[in-house]
């Protein structure tokens, strides 16, 4: 499936993006400098913010085309989203916050199975999320945004928000995902490690511009 974006975004502080880059690899990375714009890039694919110009597209669909007043909105993209920070509901346990995106996206029953067997979560399922550790937090976060069957996966710094000791075990899930599961991913990562093993197809980011 090909993504590709020709587009502009400019928030209102100031930072203005211009991003034109397509991909059709199973894996597809994002890497530069902080604050050159790469979660800014994730966020136009997944719908959470909307470009001033330009067109960004999915295989034969239009997600945007800002000339022909096209919006495909963020529920309708089925796109799934793991952010740095894993964004689980605390009160709930790690089964519920599974269910969270698997009731609203319809997926598949076998795809919850598969998730819960590939992040080897099965004995987590009816702990509280405030109790897990960070690394345990990571893979339910990851297995949350592929259980809704999305179409595509969007990884923001799967890494960063575990500690240096984790990263090599996360990472090693984060390949997993990637070979068990045929969804094809965007990954924004620092580490050239990750990049360089998954990576079919890599694009650099610098200043709010794209070159690959
Ligand atoms: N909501 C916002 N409003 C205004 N400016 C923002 C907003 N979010 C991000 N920015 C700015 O946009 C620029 C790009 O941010 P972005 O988060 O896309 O970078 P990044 O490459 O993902 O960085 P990092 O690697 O640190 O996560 C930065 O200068 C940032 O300060």
């Known amino acids: 499936?090909?993504?590709?974006?020709?587009?502009?975004?400019?928030?209102?502080?100031?930072?203005?993006?211009?991003a034109e880059l397509a991909?059709?690899?199973h894996v597809t990375a994002?890497?530069?400098?902080?604050?050159?714009?790469?979660?800014?890039?994730?966020?136009?694919?997944?719908?959470?913010?909307?470009?001033?110009?330009?067109?960004?597209?999915?295989g034969e669909t239009s997600w945007v085309d800002v000339a022909e007043k096209k919006f495909v909105p963020p529920h309708q993209r089925r796109v799934g989203v793991m952010f740095q920070e894993p964004r689980l509901f605390p009160h709930f346990n790690v089964q519920e916050n599974l269910n969270y995106g698997f009731?609203?996206?319809?997926?598949?029953?076998?795809?919850?199975?598969?998730?819960?067997?590939?992040?080897?979560?099965?004995?987590?399922?009816?702990?509280?999320?405030g109790s897990l550790s960070g690394g345990q937090k990571q893979r339910v976060a990851l297995a949350r945004a592929i259980v809704s069957s999305p179409e595509l996966l969007l990884l923001d710094e799967p890494l960063t928000s575990v500690e240096p000791s984790l990263q090599e075990r996360i990472a090693e899930y984060v390949k997993r995902v990637a070979k068990e599961f045929a969804?094809?991913?965007?990954?924004?990562?620092?580490?050239?490690e990750l990049v360089e093993q998954m990576a079919e197809r890599t694009f650099w980011v610098k200043d709010g511009s794209v070159s690959g």
């Open 30 to 58: 994002l890497c530069g400098a902080s604050g050159s714009g790469k979660t800014t890039i994730l966020m136009l694919i997944a719908g959470l913010l909307q470009p001033q110009s330009g067109v960004i597209r999915y």
């Open 103 to 129: 009731q609203r996206r319809r997926g598949e029953a076998t795809q919850m199975a598969k998730a819960v067997e590939t992040l080897e979560i099965g004995d987590l399922l009816k702990r509280p999320v």
């Open 23 to 25: 991909s059709d690899a």
């Open 1 to 18: 499936m090909s993504l590709s974006l020709n587009c502009t975004f400019r928030y209102e502080q100031g930072f203005s993006l211009h």
């Open 183 to 192: 969804t094809p991913i965007v990954l924004v990562s620092h580490s050239v």
